[in-house]
């Protein structure tokens, strides 16, 4: 007996051993658990710590990258007009040295995609910016030495490819880089900041060129030419030092050509928006093909005052940024387009009526007020329609269409111009002239490019929807739908809830009758069975 009882104290001692040894594993394996999900929490804390710091480096390596652009722009292709004209072109021969690439570079564009898909986003970006700085000593070069309109064509075309490449990769980066609600109002900063820059160094381009001209000539144009390629290598390196966000790629199903693209019109608000805003840009070029040989030869002005005209400009474009940026935040980017393409047809219509300079400094400066709305709001609009997969895809299709209504602009103006002469006693011209007082044909010109922009106006308003309410609208329905299921699922539950608690005594009474020999239950089932029976015998019988 006391060997049995002494075997059963041992085996109840190895038991609570057992018990306090398993509750130790079980204690030491949660412990182990949460330090593995808080050191896991940690390096994902530190992960996105991480990834946060490197976009603010790239925002503000973006700024940077736009103040060095502005200053190769401000140095090189904003003069380039000018640097035809001084090189002896005729007015047809230069709208179409504007024009010309534009529309060939359109061509080239539909190819974008597949060099930034070989490359990659960031490669591609900044190893055009490398390739940009030397065409602008080669376009010097050849236009110096042998003034061929063909070559400086060809090479303008390729210049503004590779400067397309560039603004393709980099809106699809800072595209993934930006958040949803920060995306007008940092853009609005980072133009404000470019455009304080440019403003600066369009002073110093106009005053340089206004100074050398006079004892140089042509050959001005190399200071400032190897400023903008100096310029254009500084933000080749700062470039490289961009976060580049991983993002999904296009698989070869969800690709799409051109024609594809096109075929999308009924259903797809992108489509309809990219033919209005082509047409949208072909206004524009009715006035920007013309407008530089207008000031320099029409109104005869200097170098100085030509780049006056630019700086008051950008001056509008600076002050109005902000403001701009806050209402796209708020309103949405289809009021931006609204009142840009309104306002801005009055003020090209006006140049064609007033020929005093200090007047049209005052135009050209709420001109470019305006056209920083035109600018802001046609970048976010893209950015909010076409997500960041089929950014590289889509934008070299929409700046195809851009470029033909370029190319159509320039030759409708180079041809309107080298034929006016015989198209000039044409009664539609003979109304205008005389009900306008009109002297040259650029007045004609500038008058049409401001009528078309009501029709724009007209479309904008028609076809293109606004896509922030959209979205803002679709969130909220989905709020409440999920409020209403939330409220249907309470309200049902509390209904079964109700149902249970009538029905339960009757239930309960039922059960109780089953199980008794005189349940009314049982004895209908008896009866019922029994007429069938009866039924049956009948029948035989």
Not at 304 to 316: A, P, R, S
Request: no cysteine; net charge positive.
């Amino acid at each position: 007996m006391r060997k049995k009882t002494a075997k059963k104290t041992n085996t109840a001692k190895t038991k609570k051993i057992t018990k306090k040894e398993n509750k130790e594993t079980k204690r030491t394996n949660t412990v182990k658990k949460i330090d593995e999900e808080k050191k896991a929490k940690i390096k994902n804390n530190n992960k996105t710590n991480s990834i946060i710091e490197k976009k603010e480096k790239t925002k503000k390596l973006a700024v940077l990258t736009g103040v060095g652009f502005s200053i190769m722009q401000n140095f090189s292709s904003n003069f380039f007009d000018a640097f035809a004209v001084a090189l002896g072109f005729s007015a047809q021969t230069v709208s179409l040295i504007i024009s010309i690439p534009q529309f060939l570079n359109s061509v080239l564009q539909l190819f974008t995609y597949k060099i930034i898909k070989t490359l990659g986003r960031h490669k591609a970006l900044y190893y055009s910016a490398l390739t940009q700085a030397t065409l602008i000593a080669i376009i010097l070069t050849v236009g110096l030495l042998t003034k061929n309109a063909v070559a400086l064509i060809l090479l303008l075309t390729l210049f503004f490819f590779i400067s397309n490449v560039i603004a393709v990769s980099w809106i699809s980066i800072i595209g993934d880089v930006l958040k949803k609600h920060e995306k007008g109002t940092y853009i609005a900063y980072r133009n404000k900041v470019i455009n304080i820059v440019s403003l600066i160094s369009l002073l110093i381009a106009g005053t340089l060129l206004n100074y050398l001209q006079k004892s140089i000539g042509v050959k001005s144009f190399i200071v400032l030419f190897s400023i903008a390629i100096i310029a254009r290598i500084y933000t080749y390196f700062l470039l490289k030092q961009y976060y580049v966000p991983k993002t999904k790629e296009l698989e070869k199903k969800e690709e799409f050509t051109l024609i594809q693209f096109i075929k999308r019109i009924k259903k797809s608000n992108f489509v309809k928006y990219t033919l209005i805003y082509s047409f949208l840009i072909f206004s524009m070029y009715l006035f920007a093909t013309t407008i530089s040989f207008y000031r320099l030869k029409i109104l005869d002005v200097n170098y100085f005052q030509f780049t006056l005209f630019k700086i008051f400009f950008i001056l509008g474009n600076v002050l109005s940024y902000s403001y701009w940026g806050k209402i796209s935040d708020k309103y949405g980017n289809k009021l931006l387009l609204l009142i840009s393409t309104f306002f801005k047809s009055i003020i090209i219509s006006l140049w064609a009526f007033i020929m005093n300079i200090n007047l049209l400094y005052i135009i050209e400066f709420f001109s470019g007020v305006f056209n920083a709305a035109l600018l802001l709001g046609g970048l976010n609009y893209f950015l909010d329609a076409v997500s960041s997969k089929k950014r590289t895809i889509v934008r070299p299709y929409f700046n195809f269409f851009v470029g033909l209504s370029i190319i159509l602009a320039g030759l409708t103006t180079s041809n309107f111009l080298k034929y006016y002469s015989m198209i000039k006693n044409t009664t539609i011209i003979t109304i205008i002239n005389n009900s306008f007082n009109f002297n040259n044909p650029f007045q004609t010109i500038f008058l049409t490019s401001g009528l078309l922009r009501i029709i724009v106006l007209i479309l904008l308003i028609i076809f293109v929807k606004e896509l922030r309410r959209e979205k803002e609208l679709k969130k909220l329905e989905e709020k409440i739908n999920k409020k209403v299921k939330k409220e249907f699922k309470n309200a049902k539950t509390k209904i079964k809830k109700e149902i249970n608690i009538i029905e339960k005594p009757f239930l309960l009474l039922e059960h109780h009758l089953s199980r008794t020999n005189i349940g009314f239950i049982n004895y209908n089932k008896y009866n019922f069975k029994n007429k069938k029976r009866k039924e049956k015998q009948n029948k035989k019988k």
